[in-house]
């Protein structure tokens, strides 16, 4: 079993920065892709980002390309979300997820691409 666990998330001012962390548990972490999606009221979870187990290889939503960073540090079991010049359309409950397969492919950037879930994070940005 799998646990994950969001923190790091926030109010803050538009053009701020938070940094949202997920602490994993279990064995199959480490060999595994990590993502973050988000949802905001009224629409449906998105993607944000993904990192392979190696910390190698990322990918973003266009939308927030050169503004957020992903990175993950495989010894603490720990996933990153650096999000800088927040805009108030970032405003959302961030979630963690660990992808279900050891390799990589474009189905990390759906959900349906992963097999558990933190709780998430809400990250209210205002203007």
């Known amino acids: 079993q799998v646990q994950l666990v969001e923190s790091g998330g926030g109010l803050v001012q538009a053009g701020g920065s938070l940094r949202l962390s997920c602490a994993a548990s279990?064995?199959?972490?480490?060999?595994?892709?990590m993502g973050w999606f988000r949802q905001a009221p009224g629409k449906e979870r998105e993607f944000v980002a993904t990192?392979?187990?190696?910390?190698?290889?990322?990918d973003y939503a266009d939308s927030v390309k050169g503004r957020f960073t992903i990175a993950r540090d495989n010894a603490n079991n720990t996933v990153y979300l650096q999000m800088n010049s927040l805009k108030p359309e970032d405003t959302a409950v961030y979630y963690c997820?660990?992808?279900?397969?050891?390799?990589?492919?474009?189905?990390?950037?759906?959900?349906?691409?992963?097999?558990?879930w933190g709780q998430g994070t809400q990250v209210t940005v205002s203007s």
């Open positions: 997820a660990l992808g279900k397969y050891i390799g990589g492919g474009s189905y990390l950037k759906f959900s349906s691409g992963y097999e558990y």
């Open positions: 279990g064995r199959t972490y480490s060999s595994r892709a």
């Open positions: 990192i392979s187990w190696s910390g190698v290889s990322t």
